[in-house]
């Protein structure tokens, strides 16, 4: 009988191993292992890409978990059924739910007996070198901390004496398993690592197992797949421990023993319980548990007496389409019978009917929903109002979005608004279907450039200045070339003869996409007919009120789970704040009422005058916009999506511009393609236009067509990409397609298939896009006031949307207890308030309790104001930096001398003299609370109050200070200190006549092509897309608009710490200007140091 390896931690443990679960798979089928068990630490969450790989490589995949127990020990369990598997996520989740701290565990030892069924439990070592799984006391630990190290076993096996246990103990805790789980079903487990004092371990186990009669086994409790792996691990200890390796010491593992060893070995290592080694065989072949048999059941829809969910469905959908259409002709009656005839084969009625009752949701509480992806390609979707594109007339693929081969279940996502309005949506999804039957899907965070590097410049005990130049450099890139990373690491000041910077580079390669920690998807919602929780196990999210499950998306899907993507978009939070500030000022207006054709809208983004738009507001889209000028909707929907990797990755941006300026005759690859191909003058730009190419060209099927895509995504392997390019080519060749026009087919469809847009995606972006453009262009000051309202979120920093703002006409006034509320706001004259969610600093709670107060009645002075809104010292100094308080005030320093006065009153009033002495006024209950109100009620009342004369009191008071008044360029280094803004002039115009030589951005347009010139500005943004072979972007912002500059690889290379460092720089280069779009080729970049300069943070590398 074979060794089988039945007790293995992936790094899906989460510092606790340092290999993928694939890499043990791998490693098992090189050792031609039948069989392998996966136990991760608390949880499942690596068993489906292990199961997957499992039955890639013919290893048979054995699930199970580790468990933390209640005293820290650790209990092995091994799941033998259906059954026991449901058993064991059940008892993951009610373990992790009660927990208070994310990701913890602790399983209660009296509720083993109610999930033991269906579970083999392993008593002894454990993995990982823990103390003694469940031998706490048999072995002198401690029951309450779980060590780490080898050292743990060995210090246990010194001082463990039989006659120095406790033997009562451990034999209760030894029947306490046997009760719950049945003698048959527990299993003594012994290892051997080659440790001092380890064999003494191992005997005292091995007659304990003969005392209690039960079955020993062998593990090597795998933490890795192969020996290398044991350096990564020593840096999970140090990342774990806090710590790093000069100073580990004993909690690392003494030798790289716990990879995978073959059978010889291991009956070589356990020559004398030879019995230990054929019992894994044996318990193996009772592990017959399969993911693929999960049962997950979707929930059903409630429907109304007399129908089913098929009819149900037919009738809202039937009735939709009356609403949606003047006139149903028979093609959209054809399309929508052959769709619902499709949705009832393959049984998906209750989920449409569940989007939609979703969706009912959000319209029902004026919550903006938009459908997108490719459920736009259904008419169904379109009657049921869930996305608000037209396929029929759009003419989009429905294979696109579901089609007869498909094996999982529809994906439609759900745009809403990013903040409390979706929250509200997925509390709803939890309130309708249960803590236990609802759960956010899992993302996986992986180590990237600048976690690897820093977390791995901790464990080399790098020092902390080398550390946060790592920070800088890492972040802007992951540098996949040992030579790349090399390089860096001496910009980082570690020369190449450093005796660590092999370790650093080897490590650092080794840690690369490891799993990190486990956050949660942006939106992804999984829920079930009866509860999830016997499919998956859950845990609080870090957010309050959110459950996760242990896998992400792309688990679930493969495993048949269905995911409604509940996706929170900050633009549609802008929209629909803009939209109610309209009505609020009775100018109403909605998405559904903009005209679609406006000139001023069409005209400003011709000028790429898109700061803050939605989709086009990027470098890459500003420079596409001069060219492309649309002129139309449908000129939307080909901006956004034509600066995608797709398109430009097939060559098909520059031929489409030509084409579109008329300096490149429109031809096609076939003729047979002009109906697919001549909106898009004869280059493909959408998946949808592939998949129709392959349907002419290759008399593929819809199926079939669909089938490429899939075998073209983003998880497309080599072997399956190679067999259908095959297929493509030979009918194409029977049909007699030219040789070259296959060529140009196939390279079309290889090229941007894995990074192309769906257009029905691109229609429902560019609905968006076209909207907010309105917005800007028509209703400035509520379309300003929300996007600084809903950062972050965009290309652009609040300082930047301000001075955009300005530039175009809104007046932004500056904060002022006075008058300002926590949100911006649109006065009277369309000028905007800053409100206080600007000052870095303040709480949101203190500002809402003198806001309260404010409401109340107006404050008096600054003293009344110090005594009433019970801030700290610290929120205080900030409102008098900024300005806030000059309503009270001469000027900002005369506030701030006000401010660090001592009250002659009662000190207590003051909330930082409460918190300092350890008691907050809220805690303590010595304060009057007052009612909230909402924002929109005391907008109007301070109006109110404003023309009554109730805010007289509230003029500076005539109380000289000592300290004379901020000069300009102090005043907007205060503000950038509490802001990152500023409403007064943009930095660079302070600087301005010291830079005679340097063009304004706004200038840059009567700069000859091919001359040479200055720019200079605060850095805005520095790009490097992967599609950009090296180049840099760097975006200069100056008092008068956006420059922007292309840095070359090598100069790059050359000028790196200074390009990612310094805030502001001057760059002399070539002027390139390519139908007005204007971009300087940098020659040299020179840091901007001048008295004064201070700016707003960058949005970098994305």
């Known amino acids: 009988m074979s060794y089988i390896e039945l007790h293995a931690n992936s790094a899906f443990s989460f510092l606790r191993g340092a290999s993928f679960p694939e890499q043990l798979v791998q490693v098992a089928a090189e050792l031609e292992m039948p069989a392998l068990a996966l136990l991760d630490r608390n949880g499942v969450y690596g068993s489906q890409r292990f199961s997957v790989a499992g039955r890639e490589q013919k290893v048979r995949p054995i699930i199970g978990a580790e468990l933390t127990m209640e005293d820290g020990s650790v209990l092995p369990v091994l799941v033998a059924s259906r059954l026991g598997y449901a058993n064991l996520c059940s008892l ?42 469940v031998f706490g006391s048999l072995l002198k630990t401690s029951s309450t901390h779980v060590c780490q190290s080898d050292h743990a ?91 790093h390796l000069d100073l580990a010491g004993k909690l690392l593992t003494q030798n790289a023993e716990r990879h995978l060893k073959s059978d010889a070995e291991m009956r070589a290592i356990f020559r004398d319980l030879p019995d230990a080694i054929t019992n894994t065989e044996r318990l193996a072949n009772r592990l017959q548990f399969s993911l693929e048999n999960i049962g997950y059941e979707f929930p059903e829809y409630p429907v ?126 939890y309130r309708r279907y249960g803590k236990h039957g609802a759960a956010m899907t899992a993302n996986v965070i992986t180590y990237r450039g600048r976690s690897a590097a820093r977390e791995i410049g901790k464990a080399l005990n790098f020092s902390p ?255 399956r990409m190679n067999k259908v390019s095959v297929k493509l080519r030979e009918v194409m060749a029977r049909n007699q397609v030219a040789p070259e026009v296959i060529e140009k087919v196939l390279h079309s469809i290889t090229s941007f298939a894995l990074y192309g847009f769906p257009e029905s995606h691109a229609i429902s972006f560019a609905i968006l896009a076209y909207g907010s453009a309105y917005l800007k262009a028509h209703r400035p000051a509520e379309f300003y006031a929300s996007l600084i309202n809903n950062q972050p979120m965009g290309f652009y920093t609040p300082a930047t949307i301000v001075k955009d703002a300005r530039r175009h006409g809104v007046k932004v006034k500056p904060v002022c207890v006075a008058q300002s509320e926590w949100n911006c706001t649109v006065m009277a004259d369309d000028a905007i308030r800053l409100g206080f969610c600007v000052v870095n600093g303040l709480q949101r709670e203190h500002a809402d309790d003198f806001l309260r107060e404010r409401k109340e009645r107006s404050f008096s002075s600054l003293e009344d104001f110090r005594k009433r809104a019970l801030l700290t010292k610290d929120e205080l100094r900030a409102l008098a930096n900024l300005g806030a308080l000059n309503c009270f005030a001469e000027h900002r320093r005369a506030a701030m001398w006000k401010v660090e006065e001592t009250p002659h009153d009662d000190l207590l009033t003051e909330r930082g003299t409460l918190e300092s002495a350890g008691c907050h006024p809220a805690v303590c209950g010595s304060l009057p609370q007052t009612s909230a109100t909402s924002a929109r009620k005391h907008e109007s009342f301070v109006r109110q109050a404003a023309g009554r004369g109730r805010l007289a009191a509230c003029a500076p008071q005539n109380e000289t200070s000592p300290l004379s008044p901020m000069t300009l360029p102090e005043r907007v280094r205060a503000d950038y200190e509490v802001m990152d803004l500023t409403t007064g002039p943009h930095p660079m115009k302070l600087v301005r006549a010291q830079l005679p030589e340097v063009w304004r951005a706004i200038d840059l347009a009567q700069a000859k092509h091919g001359s040479i010139v200055r720019i200079a500005g605060n850095v805005i943004c520095r790009q490097r897309p992967g599609t950009a072979k090296g180049f840099v972007f760097i975006s200069l912002e100056d008092e008068t608009g956006v420059s922007n500059a292309i840095v070359t690889p090598d100069l790059f290379e050359e000028t790196r710490l200074l390009i990612t460092e310094e805030p502001f720089l001057a760059i002399e280069g070539e002027v390139q200007n390519t139908d007005n779009v204007v971009l300087i080729k940098a020659q040299k970049i020179f840091p901007l140091i001048r008295e004064g300069l201070v700016g707003s943070e960058s949005h970098d590398f994305h």
């Open 92 to 133: 993951l989740t009610q373990a992790h739910l009660r927990s208070e701290v994310k990701g913890e565990c602790a399983v209660k030892w009296d509720e083993l007996p109610e999930f033991a069924q269906g579970l083999i439990a392993l008593l002894g070592l454990g993995s990982v070198g823990c103390q003694p799984a």
């Open 465 to 719: 200045s080398t550390l946060d130049r790592f920070s800088h450099l890492f972040a802007n890139g992951d540098f996949p070339h040992t030579l790349e990373l090399e390089a860096q690491i001496e910009q980082a000041g570690l020369p190449k003869a450093h005796p660590r910077m092999p370790a650093f580079v080897g490590l650092y390669h080794a840690i690369y996409g490891l799993p990190r920690h486990l956050g949660q998807h942006s939106g992804g919602m999984i829920i079930c007919q009866n509860k999830l929780s016997s499919f998956v196990p859950l845990e609080n999210a870090s957010m309050p009120g959110r459950v996760v499950a242990q896998w992400d998306k792309d688990d679930c899907e493969d495993l048949g789970i269905v995911k409604v993507d509940l996706l929170g978009l900050g633009m549609m939070s802008v929209m629909q704040d803009a939209f109610e500030l309209c009505r609020e000022r009775d100018r109403p207006l909605d998405l559904a009422h903009i005209p679609k054709d406006d000139a001023k809208t069409f005209e400003m983004m011709q000028t790429a005058d898109t700061i803050g738009v939605f989709q086009i507001e990027s470098r890459a889209q500003m420079a596409t916009l001069p060219r492309l000028k649309p002129k139309c909707f449908y000129d939307v929907v080909i901006e956004v999506a034509i600066i995608r990797p797709g398109p430009i990755q097939g060559d098909m941006v520059h031929p489409y511009l030509a084409r579109r300026a008329g300096k490149e005759a429109v031809t096609y690859f076939d003729e047979r393609l002009k109906p697919v191909l001549e909106r898009t003058l004869g280059v493909p730009l959408f998946q949808e236009q592939m998949l129709k190419i392959a349907m002419i060209m290759a008399n593929f099927s819809g199926d079939e067509a669909e089938e490429l895509r899939r075998a073209l995504s983003f998880h497309r392997s080599e072997e």
């Open 304 to 429: 109304p007496d007399g129908h089913t969910m098929n009819s149900f469905l037919r009738t809202i959908v039937l009735f939709g389409a009356q609403q949606r259409y003047e006139s149903i002709t028979k093609k959209v009656k054809r399309q929508l019978e052959e769709e619902l005839a499709l949705i009832t084969r393959l049984g998906f009625s209750g989920y449409f009917l569940i989007v939609w009752d979703i969706v009912n949701f959000c319209r029902e509480n004026n919550i903006m929903v938009q459908g997108r992806g490719s459920a736009a390609n259904s008419a169904v979707c379109f009657c049921l109002g869930i996305t608000p594109v037209d396929p029929v007339s759009n003419h989009l693929v429905f294979e696109r979005f579901l089609n007869e081969s498909r094996k999982g279940w529809p994906d439609i996502d759900l745009d809403l608004p990013s903040g409390d309005r979706r929250e509200r949506v997925i509390q709803e999804v």
């Open 153 to 243: 076993v060995q210090q246990a096996a010194g001082q463990s004496r039989l006659a120095v246990c406790s033997p009562q103990n451990t034999e209760d805790r030894a029947q306490c398993l046997i009760d719950a789980f049945g003698r048959e079903n527990v299993y003594v487990e012994v290892q051997r690592h080659f440790l001092r004092g380890e064999d003494r371990v191992n005997r005292a186990l091995v007659d304990f197992a003969s005392k209690f009669r039960l079955a020993l086994i062998a593990t090597n409790g795998v933490q890795y797949a192969k020996p290398y792996g044991r350096q990564v691990l020593d840096v999970f200890t140090c990342i774990r421990e806090h710590t």
